[in-house]
């Protein structure tokens, strides 16, 4: 089960592949953005009615470590549920003791590092003022050292930025020093918030997987079977997902859980009131909220 704790987008970087799109409120200061007894209470009534969920997971549109009460939530949910714990982290913030401290009650900690050289980290991540590359990879060396949970550090994968060989294997020596459990490659799958930026290719993924060595694995699309999916969706249920985010005709079918055609004949009624519009990413139509 996912757990938001952050206003939607507020994050310490404004990466370029972000699904979600910009990043309205770019900041490193810590705060309790969300009660943490509201937090828990939430928490419990979810829990009490999908008594199936095996892992909470710590991510969501912004980013968790950004919340002063991290550590305080996470160790209340592991004594009252008794589930795993994972936090979904850029890992930009891993060189604050106090985000030290509030992760080392997780089961597994999940950042994102994509290249060893500031320049392209700059270009990929856009960083918060008082961000800086060797800072951030300092404190992932820290904080390993620490932590005895899981890491799968995130590789995400930008085509014609850091998709080279070279980069990768100079990636590999970054790698060393941290000491991740796992290496995630991952690349757009969504439609990202700069449309300039592509999906690396499938056989770069795999070239860059070999290059990283044994811990290293390709992260599969989900993709639900069109059998499983609804045959009714609602021009509200889609006007609300693209409020969150564009997306291709895929993207919606596949988040709201219904068949690729219903979802298109909606689109189209839509397209024709005037009420969403479309650009291209990658030969696909991207489609959003018109602006007025």
């Known amino acids: 089960m996912g757990i938001d704790l952050i206003p939607f987008k507020t994050c310490s970087f404004d990466c370029i592949y972000c699904q979600i799109g910009r990043t309205t409120n770019q900041i490193i200061a810590r705060d309790e953005y969300v009660p943490i007894d509201a937090v828990l209470s939430e928490l419990e009534r979810k829990i009490k009615d999908n008594p199936k969920i095996d892992f909470l997971t710590f991510s969501g549109s912004g980013e968790p470590t950004l919340h002063s009460g991290l550590g305080k939530i996470i160790k209340a949910a592991k004594k009252k549920f008794k589930l795993p714990i994972a936090v979904i982290t850029n890992g930009s913030l891993l060189w604050m003791e106090d985000v030290h401290e509030d992760l080392l009650p997780a089961d597994v900690v999940l950042p994102t590092l994509s290249t060893y050289d500031p320049v392209i980290f700059n270009r990929i991540h856009r960083p918060a003022p008082g961000l800086s590359f060797p800072k951030i990879i300092e404190g992932m060396i820290e904080f390993r050292k620490k932590y005895h949970g899981q890491i799968w550090l995130e590789f995400f994968v930008v085509r014609g930025t850091n998709d080279r060989e070279r980069h990768a294997i100079t990636f590999k020596s970054v790698l060393s020093r941290i000491n991740p459990d796992k290496v995630q490659i991952n690349t757009s799958a969504r439609t990202p918030s700069e449309v300039h930026v592509l999906s690396a290719l499938p056989t770069t993924l795999e070239r860059i997987k070999t290059i990283l060595g044994g811990s290293a694995e390709v992260i599969a699309e989900f993709k639900a079977q069109e059998s499983q999916r609804n045959a009714r969706v609602s021009s509200e249920n889609i006007l609300n997902y693209l409020k969150r985010r564009p997306g291709t005709l895929e993207d919606?079918?596949?988040?709201?859980?219904?068949?690729?055609?219903?979802?298109?004949?909606?689109?189209?009624?839509?397209?024709?009131?005037?009420?969403?519009?479309?650009?291209?990413?990658?030969?696909r139509d991207v489609y959003c909220i018109t602006k007025n």
């Open 252 to 283: 919606i079918a596949s988040g709201l859980d219904v068949r690729v055609e219903a979802a298109r004949k909606v689109i189209g009624r839509l397209q024709e009131q005037g009420k969403i519009s479309s650009r291209k990413w990658q030969d």
